[in-house]
């Protein structure tokens, strides 16, 4: 069964810094391009951030360039995401889940119950 189970999310000013956790299982997570996504309240869903299998080549949106990293832990089958100088626009839900290419669509229909990043101005 493939689960996924973000956390590390939580409220925080303006300016400040998060790392976002995601425990992928069920499936051969390194064989993935793993991605996380976020949803604001009335928005859809969006690409944040993805990491190849083996290169470790990343993709961020751009609204998050500079700003965030993704990184992946095999070992653990976790996939990181280090967020810096947050900023309000950045309040979400965000997500993560696999892909076959780099930036390309979810790959599982099934989507863990997400972790909440609230910035505060």
């Known amino acids: 069964q493939v689960q996924f189970v973000e956390s590390g999310g939580g409220l925080v000013q303006f300016g400040g810094s998060l790392r976002l956790s995601c425990a992928a299982s069920?499936?051969?997570?390194?064989?993935?391009?793993m991605s996380w996504y976020r949803q604001a309240p009335g928005k859809e869903r969006e690409l944040v951030a993805a990491?190849?299998?083996?290169?470790?080549?990343?993709k961020y949106a751009d609204s998050v360039k500079g700003r965030f990293t993704i990184s992946r832990d095999y070992a653990k089958s976790t996939v990181y995401l280090q967020m810096n100088s947050l900023k309000p626009e950045d309040t979400a839900v965000y997500y993560c889940n696999a892909a076959v290419t780099l930036g390309g669509s979810p790959y599982f229909r099934s989507w863990g119950q997400g972790t909440s990043v609230t910035v505060s101005s």
């Open positions: 069920g499936f051969s997570v390194h064989t993935f391009v």
């Open positions: 990491i190849t299998q083996t290169s470790g080549t990343t």
